[in-house]
């Protein structure tokens, strides 16, 4: 098993641009989530999905969009990017949203925008 | 409102001695909570849990401590090692809530 991987794994934009966070996970996991960590901080809840065609709003959601057509993937989109967007994101999926169960985490992608 | 708190950003040890990390929370929803370990460069990996109905877990060298009166989880870790070395994230949950809120996570440095 590859667990959960995230393409790209650096990413520069300009301010204004468009991009996608790729993310996918070869473990059949119910549930995955998008956090952002900032230097010093913790990871921030981004959006997150409890199963195939359903999505909800997390901690910090403003600015980025999902959607999850398959059980495998978790795309995350910035629809037009911002300075503040600056930081690693990680991806995550987990056997169920009952939270009795951990999270495994992807590598992360590191996105500078300028 | 931070619901979760680690309030030492930084701990230092001598290898051998044994590591304390805290955890605070203000959610008395929450019904798990799970510690998790993160490199430079990598993913946040899981490290041990333990349940709202429990007041200690332990796996090896990790024991974990729930004070549920108190709103305050402690990791252990006996006898620390410098491949110990890393940030460690506390993590609560409620049930089926969808979501895990984090800490601010806390740097362990175990010195040779």
Same mark, same amino acid.
């Given at each position: 098993?590859?667990?959960?991987?995230?393409?790209?794994?650096?990413?520069?934009?300009?301010?204004?641009?468009?991009?996608?966070?790729?993310?996918?996970?070869?473990?059949?996991?119910?549930?995955?989530?998008?956090?952002?960590?900032?230097?010093?901080?913790?990871?921030?809840?981004?959006?997150?999905?409890?199963?195939?065609?359903?999505?909800?709003?997390?901690?910090?959601?403003?600015?980025?969009?999902?959607?999850?057509?398959?059980?495998?993937?978790?795309?995350?989109?910035?629809?037009?990017?911002?300075?503040?967007?600056?930081?690693?994101?990680?991806?995550?999926?987990?056997?169920?949203?009952?939270?009795?169960?951990?999270?495994?985490?992807?590598?992360?992608?590191?996105?500078?925008?300028? | 409102?931070?619901?979760v708190k680690q309030?030492?950003?930084?701990?230092?040890?001598?290898?051998?001695? @044994? &590591?304390?990390?805290n955890c605070d929370y203000?959610?008395?929803? $929450?019904?798990? #909570? !799970?510690?998790?370990?993160?490199?430079?460069?990598?993913?946040?990996?899981?490290?041990?849990? @333990? &349940?709202?109905?429990?007041?200690?877990?332990?796996?090896?060298? $990790?024991?974990? #401590? !729930?004070?549920?009166?108190?709103?305050?989880l402690s990791?252990?870790?006996?006898?620390?090692?410098?491949?110990?070395?890393?940030?460690?994230?506390c993590?609560?949950?409620?049930?089926?809530?969808?979501?895990?809120?984090?800490g601010?996570?806390?740097?362990?440095?175990?010195?040779?």
């Amino acid at each position: 098993n590859a667990g959960v991987t995230q393409t790209p794994k650096f990413q520069v934009l300009k301010t204004g641009q468009s991009m996608t966070l790729q993310c996918a996970q070869d473990m059949n996991h119910e549930y995955m989530s998008w956090y952002r960590q900032d230097p010093g901080m913790g990871l921030r809840l981004i959006h997150y999905s409890v199963g195939a065609g359903i999505t909800d709003q997390g901690e910090v959601p403003n600015g980025y969009n999902v959607s999850r057509s398959t059980t495998e993937d978790f795309p995350l989109r910035l629809l037009s990017a911002a300075p503040s967007q600056t930081s690693v994101y990680f991806c995550a999926s987990s056997y169920s949203a009952s939270g009795a169960y951990e999270q495994y985490f992807g590598p992360g992608t590191r996105l500078t925008v300028t | 409102d931070q619901q979760v708190k680690q309030n030492s950003p930084s701990l230092s040890v001598q290898e051998g001695r @044994i &590591s304390i990390l805290n955890c605070d929370y203000t959610n008395s929803m $929450f019904d798990y #909570f !799970l510690w998790y370990k993160k490199y430079p460069a990598e993913g946040p990996t899981f490290l041990i849990s @333990i &349940s709202s109905i429990k007041d200690k877990n332990e796996d090896g060298r $990790f024991t974990v #401590f !729930l004070n549920k009166s108190a709103k305050h989880l402690s990791l252990h870790i006996v006898p620390s090692q410098p491949g110990d070395s890393a940030v460690y994230f506390c993590a609560a949950s409620a049930y089926n809530a969808g979501k895990s809120t984090f800490g601010d996570g806390t740097t362990l440095t175990v010195k040779p």
